[in-house]
Each structure stands twice: as C-alpha cells, then as structure tokens.
C-alpha cells in the first residue's frame, strides 16, 4: 500500500487539529507550491528529507526500443530528487520486507 | 526554495489558517513522507510523482586510503519518479525560456 494525499489530509486534520476541509487544501497546496517552484527553475530544498532540483538536458540520439528505428530525444528540463543526509541513513537501516 | 519559504508562500494563500499551524503540518507531511518510505512504503502523489526504495546489493568497497577491502552490506536508498504533470510543467517551461532568448 502507498502513502496518498488522503492519507496525508487525514493525518493533519488527527494531528494539527486542521478541519478536513483545510487539511486536503493544505496537502494539495503543498504539493502544488514545490510544483511552481521548479517550473520557474527555482530548486526547492526540504531539510530533513532532500532537494529537488533541476536540469536542463541536451538533445541525445535515441532509439525506438520496438521498431529500432532512430529517433533523436529532445533537449529537455527535467527535476531530480536528491535524498538528504537524515533521510538516506532512515532508508538504510530499512531491511526490506520479507517476500 | 526553503522549507521556511514554502511555509510563507503556503500561509499566504491559506489566509484563513495561523502562519503557526501551517508550520506545523508542513513539518508533518514531510516527517510523515519520511517515515513512509524509512517503513518500505511507496508514495504516490499523482500529477506530482512517485517516492519509492531502489535496493543496492551487497559489494565490495575499499578503505580509500589504506586500500583495504571493506563488505559493504546490501541497502535500500530512496528514489523519486516525477509524475506527468511534473514532467510536462518543468520541460515546457524550459521551452518558453528558450524562445525568450
């Protein structure tokens, strides 16, 4: 199972006291503020949990992995997450789940 | 940005709400997103994108200045996939700053 924005919402309203109303707000709100950010470029740092930021990508030869065919990947922008230091050491100690 | 500017420019859409109380549910999504995935659980966020672990095995590194070999244990680091949305605000703002140039 996944962690989701309802879930998120709800641990707000149980947590902050927020009604649901303004907790689903807030998460939404969130996540759309870090949205904007990186669309106008601006890197966006969470301390305790990581960095987002930016790249501006050159156009690269690729290939149409079904038909072989070449096709050339456009110059793009793209984000990349960068895990912080307190958030790779909480990850690590994770052993994994048994399958 | 920061996570203090995020609560700001938060706080300042969300006039209804105390500068104090968005400060503290920001700090709580974010403690929570943390101890989702330091638990093994994904998140996913549409239109945002997805957190999730990627595992790395068990290798052999070296001390860097003894050369000494070290075993290293397998261990699970955290990994972000934007989402569609993500992907298509970033790049296209990327092509309006281009036509500006």
Known sequence: ?99 | MTKSELIELIAGKQDHLAQRDVELAVKALVEQMSEALSTGERIEIRGFGSFSLHHRPPRIGRNPKTGEPVALPGKHVPHFKPGKEMRERVNDSQAQSDKGR
Do not use: C
Request: net charge positive; glycine share 8%.
């Open chain 1, 1 to 99: 199972m996944a962690l989701t924005k309802a879930e998120m919402a709800e641990r707000l309203h149980d947590e902050v006291g927020l009604n649901k109303r303004e907790a689903k707000d807030l998460v939404e709100s969130f996540f759309e503020e870090i949205r904007l950010a990186l669309e106008s470029n601006t890197p966006v740092k969470l301390s305790g949990f990581g960095n987002f930021d930016l790249r501006d990508k050159n156009e690269r030869p690729g290939r149409n992995p079904k038909t072989g065919e070449e096709i050339p990947i456009s110059a793009r922008r793209v984000v990349t997450f960068k895990p912080g230091q307190k958030l790779k050491s909480r990850v690590e100690a994770y052993a994994g789940r048994k399958r």
